[in-house]
C-alpha cells in the first residue's frame, strides 16, 4: 500500500479535477459539496489559462500560479479594499496626466479583454497620478499590471513617505530594478508579457502628501523618457495592508472584497483518526503570525474548546498542537519565513507525536486523553470565526492512523 492510500481526506491537488475547477475530497464518495466556502462575488482568481476572471460567490478559488499552471491552490484572503475608483481606466480624471496621453483598450489585458491602455509620452517624465488619502503610521500595497511598449521600465513612486521613494521595475526581463529606501518590492509575470508590480511601505507619523505616481522610463532608478515612447498599463490597486492580494477590479468607486473561509462543520468523525492519526498541510501563509493574528487549522469535536489538534503560525512560529481537557502540549515552534511554502504533517499519538517541517521531524512524548471524537475540519479556530487561515491552500490530507518518522520525511520533502 503506497503512503497516499492511507488517506482518508484529500483536497488539491489529489481530488482535484480540472475540467470543473472545483474543491473535492474523498468524503462523501463523489467528494463535490462537502467544503463549505465563504467567498465574496467581487473576488478574482488566475485561472489555468493565466488569466484574471471574477469567480463565483461561495464557490472555491482555485487559483493558479501564472508561471506554474500545473499547481493549483485554494486561494483564502483577508478582507481588501481597492482605494483606486477607476482600475482599468487612466482616462479618467481620477488620474492627473503628467507628460502623456492615453489611449484607452488598446490592447489584450491580463484578464484577456482588450481594455488595457496605452500610455505616451509628450514629454519627458510621463506619468498617471492619483490621489489617495493615506493614514499616519499604517501599511500600504500598491499594485499595477505593465506591459513594455518602448520602454523597458516600469516605476511606482510613493509621495506620501518624506524621501518620496520610487521602485523600479525591468519589463523586459521581469526583474526588480533599482528600490528607494522606505520601500519593499516584488514583480509578477502573467502571459503575453505582462507583469504585476508591486510596492510594499508604512506611513510615518506625518504624511508628506497623498500622490501615488504610475510611470516609464528609459532606464533603471529613473523617471525619464521622451516624446513618442510608450507603455501599457492596466489594473492599479491600493490596498491597507503588509502585502498585496488578488486583484479588485474598480469602474467608479472603491470596492471591498469580503474575507474568504473554508470548512467542513461536521460529520467527519468516521474519518478523522481518534485517538491518534496525522494532519497534513501544504501551505503558504499569507503573513507571519502574531500572538493574536494567525492562521490556524483545526481538526475538533466542534463544540468545545478542547478535543483539537492544531497546525498554524502562532506568534512567529510554525507549531502544531494537541489541546486536551488536562491542557496542552505543542510541538515544532520553528521560526517561520515570510513568503515561503511549507509541507508540514503532525502524527498524532499519546506518548509520541512527532511534527515534520519540510522533511525535519520534532518530537514531544506528551500524554493526554481526548474525550470526544473530532468531527469538524475549520481553516479557522475551532468556531470557525477567530485566526481563519489565510494564503494558498496546495494541499491537505487528513490520514485515520499514526505515520511513522520515515513516512513524515517523506510526505514533507
Not at 499604517?138 to 511606482?156: A, H, P, R
Not at 506620501?160 to 509575470?189: D, H, R, V, W, Y
Not at 507549531?319 to 504533517?345: D, F, P
Request: one cysteine or more; charged letters at 15%; a negative charge.
Amino acid at each position: 500500500m503506497s503512503l497516499y492510500q492511507k488517506a482518508s481526506l484529500v483536497q488539491i491537488p489529489s481530488g482535484y479535477k480540472a475540467a470543473d475547477d472545483k474543491l473535492y475530497s474523498v468524503v462523501p464518495s463523489n467528494g463535490d459539496g462537502d467544503f463549505t466556502i465563504d467567498s465574496d462575488a467581487d473576488a478574482t482568481r488566475v485561472n489555468k489559462d493565466g488569466l484574471i476572471e471574477t469567480t463565483v460567490a461561495d464557490q472555491a478559488r482555485l487559483d493558479y500560479d501564472p508561471s506554474n499552471p500545473q499547481d493549483p491552490h485554494l486561494l483564502l484572503e483577508p478582507t481588501r479594499t481597492n482605494s483606486i475608483t477607476y482600475s482599468e481606466d487612466f482616462s479618467n480624471s481620477s488620474y492627473n496626466k503628467n507628460n502623456s496621453t492615453v489611449t484607452v483598450n488598446n490592447t489584450t489585458a491580463p484578464d484577456g479583454t482588450n481594455n488595457a491602455d496605452k500610455i505616451t509620452s509628450t514629454g519627458t517624465t510621463p506619468y498617471a497620478r492619483v490621489t489617495f488619502t493615506h493614514s499616519t503610521s499604517t501599511s500600504y500595497s500598491v499594485s499595477i499590471f505593465g506591459k513594455k511598449g518602448d520602454e523597458d521600465f516600469l516605476y511606482i513612486r510613493a509621495l506620501a513617505l518624506s524621501n518620496q521613494p520610487t521602485a523600479s521595475f525591468n519589463l523586459s526581463t521581469g526583474a526588480l530594478g533599482t528600490i528607494n529606501s522606505g520601500l519593499t518590492a516584488e514583480i509578477e509575470g502573467y502571459p503575453n508579457g505582462w507583469y504585476r508590480c508591486v510596492i510594499k511601505y508604512t506611513t510615518a507619523s506625518s504624511i508628506s502628501n497623498n500622490l501615488i505616481d504610475f510611470g516609464f522610463a528609459a532606464s533603471d532608478n529613473s523617471r525619464t523618457s521622451s516624446s513618442g515612447k510608450f507603455s501599457y498599463f492596466w489594473g492599479t490597486q491600493i490596498e491597507q495592508g503588509i502585502y498585496p492580494t488578488s486583484y479588485i477590479p474598480t469602474s467608479g468607486s472603491a470596492v471591498t472584497r469580503t474575507a474568504d473561509n473554508c470548512k467542513i462543520d461536521s460529520g467527519l468523525a468516521a474519518y478523522i483518526g481518534n485517538p491518534s492519526g496525522t494532519f497534513f498541510v501544504d501551505v503558504e501563509f499569507d503573513r507571519i503570525g502574531t500572538s493574536s493574528s494567525y492562521g490556524r487549522f483545526v481538526l475538533s469535536d466542534q463544540t468545545s474548546n478542547i478535543n483539537r489538534i492544531i497546525i498554524d503560525n502562532f506568534n512567529g512560529n510554525i507549531r502544531a498542537a494537541v489541546v486536551y481537557s488536562g491542557g496542552s502540549i505543542s510541538v515544532g515552534n520553528v521560526s517561520q519565513v515570510s513568503e515561503t511554502r511549507y509541507k508540514l504533517a503532525f502524527s498524532y499519538k499519546s506518548g509520541d507525536n512527532t511534527f515534520c517541517i519540510n522533511g525535519t521531524n520534532y518530537n514531544n512524548t506528551g500524554t493526554y486523553t481526548l474525550t470526544a471524537d473530532m468531527e469538524s475540519i475549520k481553516f479557522s479556530d475551532y468556531g470557525g470565526t477567530n485566526n481563519k487561515f489565510q494564503g494558498k491552500l496546495h494541499q491537505l490530507m487528513v490520514f485515520n492512523t499514526a505515520l511513522t518518522d520515515a513516512e513524515l520525511i517523506t510526505l514533507t520533502t
